[in-house]
């Protein structure tokens, strides 16, 4: 069984700047959902992909999109970079009849 | 929304102690309180979770209680062990509804020699 995969493993950008972050899901796992953790907080929402569709967005502004694929993997997109936005992005995956979420290790963002 | 609180922020302990970890929930409709171990610069990993028709939930030395009219509930880690250190988060969330959740802020534990 292979487990949640993120890449890449850091990740530096400067303000106004673009991101996209991957994330392969756990083998059976059909849904992906993107957590960001500033330093020190524990992880906020952004949103959950189910069948290739937003299912559930938290309080993030649009410039935070993403994508799920037919093989279930995902991409989170941040557009015009803040320094606020420099967090580890975390992904985790489940499935439909055990929603127990298991975490990739994250995507370290800094934003300079 | 839902908000999750979670105290204390940091805990120190001697090895073989006892450790208590509590959070308080505000959304009546959550049904689903994971607990989450995290290392630093690792995933987070669930280590015990309880669903609100279960008061109370244990795994070796590890268990959830959880007071459904109170809404808070609580991390329990018996006869503490070095390993055990790192951040523990407690969430909530609505199993059934893709199971969203709503962290606390962690609580840093710390186990002594």
């Known amino acids: 069984e292979t487990g949640v995969t993120q890449s890449p493993t850091h990740l530096i950008k400067t303000r106004g700047q673009q991101v996209t972050l991957r994330c392969s899901s756990q083998?059976?796992?059909?849904?992906v959902s993107w957590y960001q953790q500033a330093l020190g907080q524990g992880p906020q929402f952004i949103f959950q992909?189910?069948?290739?569709?937003?299912?559930g967005r938290g309080n993030f502004p649009p410039r935070f999109s993403g994508l799920q694929f037919p093989n279930y993997s995902s991409e989170l997109n941040v557009n015009a970079l803040e320094l606020d936005d420099s967090a580890l992005y975390l992904c985790?995956?489940?499935?439909?009849?055990?929603?127990?979420?298991?975490f990739g290790s994250g995507t370290q963002l800094s934003v300079l | 929304g839902e908000n999750v609180e979670q105290h204390p922020s940091t805990l120190s302990v001697q090895e073989g102690d006892s450790a208590v970890i509590k959070c308080t929930y505000s959304?009546?409709?959550?049904?689903?309180f994971p607990w989450y171990k995290q290392e630093l610069g690792k995933r987070p990993q669930l280590i015990i979770d309880?669903?609100?028709n279960v008061g109370e939930k244990k795994d070796q030395r590890i268990a959830v209680t959880l007071n459904k009219t109170a809404k808070h509930f609580s991390l329990h880690i018996t006869e503490t062990q070095p390993e055990d250190s790192a951040v523990y988060f407690c969430?909530?969330?609505?199993w059934g509804g893709g199971n969203k959740l709503t962290f606390g802020t962690g609580t840093q534990l710390k186990v002594e020699l």
């Open positions: 985790a995956s489940s499935s439909e009849t055990n929603e127990k979420l298991f």
């Open positions: 083998s059976g796992h059909n849904t």
């Open positions: 309880i669903r609100s």
């Open positions: 959304d009546s409709a959550s049904n689903y």
């Open positions: 992909y189910y069948r290739e569709e937003e299912n």
């Open positions: 969430a909530a969330s609505i």
